[in-house]
């Protein structure tokens, strides 16, 4: 049950705390991983594959003296980025298709330096979609949370890399189970709420998230400090109402990573069976295609690991509703995130995720495309 403290400390998100327990203590689990539902190779993904640009070369002045040619994938090849997601998951079996992905990040890790950097992306965003078809009515481009409700990882990833020019290969999947046994394991996480009404509506959620979890936390009776549940967390993380909205909710996700982190690795250095049966626990409950080694040299590296800074994307955008013109007039998204001229989005996304690298960047025509569709159809500009 969640016991109330009269003590104020900063909230730990669910998702992320599952995640990072994963890259702990993947040395420690290898018998558990077996029962992971892992996908030994995707189905085709795009991924993208920059090549070389010529850039001007300049002097401490600014002037330029001349031009190089620069690979852009080997300037940013020591970047390991990792899609992790969390499902709306009401039917526990299906985990990397059929459900809308309540959170979509991108994990970046540096492997040269151990610096990990992260970027949520809104769920809500307009980006053009992989493989639409018939199940999405025709729509070339809708929220980016529903491909994978209509299709699979495969087609997430793709339609991640796709949009934001990214060459993103491995994936993790998590539902409300694997969260809930996850946090439970770990004894609970402290959270204070200080909202009546996030508690109002994160009550409303909890009820549902019993339910399909099959485990059953009480409801929380006025604000304060909590240590929660499993259920309780996941209730509590999904509450983008009371005036947080998605910005806010992704905003808390990730200021409280660096604190979990560091609860997990004390707990890797005295109490290290108590991760490892977290993570076993969850197992079941979790979709990769990374392999027991890639997991197991997660783990190894993790100790070194430090957030380095964290974001929302898109970093400039309008809330509200587009008219969809391309598909038809008659059908529009209601609710869409509309980044305000994509193209300079992904630029910024780039300059944030590789800083060294920011000069060699070159923006494909395809997202010029993509950006004047949205531009066009929402009538959203910079």
């Known amino acids: 049950m969640g016991n109330r403290k009269r003590k104020h400390r900063e909230p730990l998100f669910w998702l992320e705390a599952a995640f990072i327990v994963l890259l702990l203590a993947g040395a420690y689990v290898i018998g558990s991983y077996a029962r992971a539902k892992k996908s030994d190779s995707l189905q085709e993904v795009f991924v993208a594959d920059h090549g070389t640009n ?148 994160m009550n409303g959620y909890l009820t549902e998230v019993n339910q399909q979890t099959g485990i059953w936390s009480e409801q929380l009776d006025g604000s304060g400090t909590y240590n929660l549940t499993g259920t309780q967390a996941v209730a509590f993380c999904r509450v983008r109402y009371a005036g947080l909205g998605d910005v806010g909710r ?35 409950s979790i979709a990769t295609n990374l392999s027991m080694l890639e997991l197991g040299n997660l783990a190894f590296q993790a100790g070194d690991f430090e957030i380095e800074e964290s974001i929302s994307f898109p970093f400039q955008y309008e809330a509200g509703e587009y008219l969809g013109q391309i598909y038809d007039l008659t059908k529009g998204v209601k609710d869409a995130v509309v980044a305000r001229e994509l193209a300079d989005n992904v630029v910024q996304l780039h300059a944030y995720l590789y800083p060294e690298a920011a000069y060699a960047y070159h923006l494909p025509e395809e997202i010029k495309r993509i950006s004047e569709d949205i531009a066009w159809m929402s009538d959203v500009k910079k």
């Open 250 to 284: 992704t905003g808390n996700q990730r200021m409280i990573i660096e604190r979990c982190l560091k609860k997990v690795k004390e707990l890797i250095l005295t109490k290290p069976t108590t991760v490892v049966r977290a993570v076993s626990i969850g197992m079941d």
């Open 54 to 201: 010529v850039v001007e070369v300049t002097d401490a002045q600014g002037t330029i003296t001349g031009s190089e040619v620069v690979d852009y994938d080997e300037l940013i090849s020591d970047y390991r980025n990792i899609l992790l997601v969390g499902v709306d998951a009401r039917d526990q079996k299906r985990i990397d298709r059929g459900a809308n992905a309540d959170v979509i990040m991108i994990v970046s890790i540096n492997e040269s330096t151990g610096k990990i950097r992260l970027i949520s992306v809104l769920r809500d965003t307009l980006l053009r979609l992989e493989n639409p078809g018939s199940y999405h009515k025709g729509r070339l481009y809708d929220k980016a949370n529903s491909q994978l409700c209509y299709t699979d990882i495969a087609d997430m990833i793709s339609m991640i890399n796709r949009n934001l020019d990214l060459n993103i290969k491995d994936y993790i999947v998590l539902n409300w189970l694997a969260a809930a046994q996850v946090v439970d394991t770990l004894g609970g996480i402290e959270v204070s709420i200080e909202n009546p009404e996030v508690i109002r509506y």
